[in-house]
T-cell receptor, first 110, second 113 residues
């Protein structure tokens, strides 16, 4: 079945640093989604990408839909303490099912 | 405007028992999807309900079943619970059957002992 490879699994960074994470797949997706999940909460949608090559920003977050439609990345600029959490990529295929990656755990060192 | 609400928030059950989890979608949404999130993993799609019918299903056994009511709320039922069913169960709602921009509830943490 369809699978997403999300990397890195975890990141330890200093406050103020930029962050980059990505997702790749052997399958083509029509939509890429990026979610953030805080402890004890459900995932919250950060950015949705609908076209190959699309680059979209949401404040300090920027995400791109890869040209091949098999990958996507998320960048966070000038990280702050509230950015801590788990970030999930998700791909939506022709069957409209959402496939999630395993997540990137972001830790910010004091 | 209430978002997606799920109940209960936590639940402990014994192997072999049956469990029912509940979800009320965000106001204006008519489609509910259920996900299972094991510890340290991403959510996995169980099934989707629209117009009171199961429209799509992931790779989950028949022990997992559901229902949608006329007010769009939904239930997830799991029979013959196994230890491996311990997970966070998430409900997501959308308008229509498209799964993009789904809004998630905070989940029900199920522990099977």
């Amino acid at each position: 079945g369809q699978q997403l490879n999300q990397s890195p699994q975890s990141m330890f960074i200093q406050e103020g640093e930029d962050v980059s994470m990505n997702c790749t797949s052997s399958s083509i997706f029509n939509t890429w989604l990026w979610y953030k999940q805080d402890p004890g909460e459900g995932p919250v949608l950060l950015i949705a990408l609908y076209k190959a090559g699309e680059l979209t920003s949401n404040g300090r977050l920027t995400a791109q839909f890869g040209i091949t439609r098999k990958d996507s990345f998320l960048n966070i600029s000038a990280s702050i303490p509230s950015d801590v959490g788990i970030y999930f990529c998700a791909g939506v295929g022709r069957d409209d099912k959402i496939i999630f990656g395993k997540g990137t755990r972001l830790h910010i060192l004091p | 405007d209430a978002g997606v609400t799920q109940s209960p928030t936590h639940l402990i059950k014994t192997r072999g028992q049956q469990v029912t989890l509940r979800c009320s979608p965000k106001s204006g949404h008519d489609t509910v999807s259920w996900y299972q999130q094991a510890l340290g993993q991403g959510p996995q799609f169980i099934f989707q309900y629209y117009e009171e019918e199961e429209r799509q299903r992931g790779n989950f056994p028949d022990r997992f079943s559901g229902h949608q009511f006329p007010n769009y709320s939904s239930e997830l039922n799991v029979n013959a619970l196994l230890l491996g069913d311990s997970a966070l169960y998430l409900c997501a709602s959308t308008s229509g059957t498209g799964l993009t921009e789904a809004f998630f509830g905070q989940g029900t943490r199920l522990t099977v002992v």
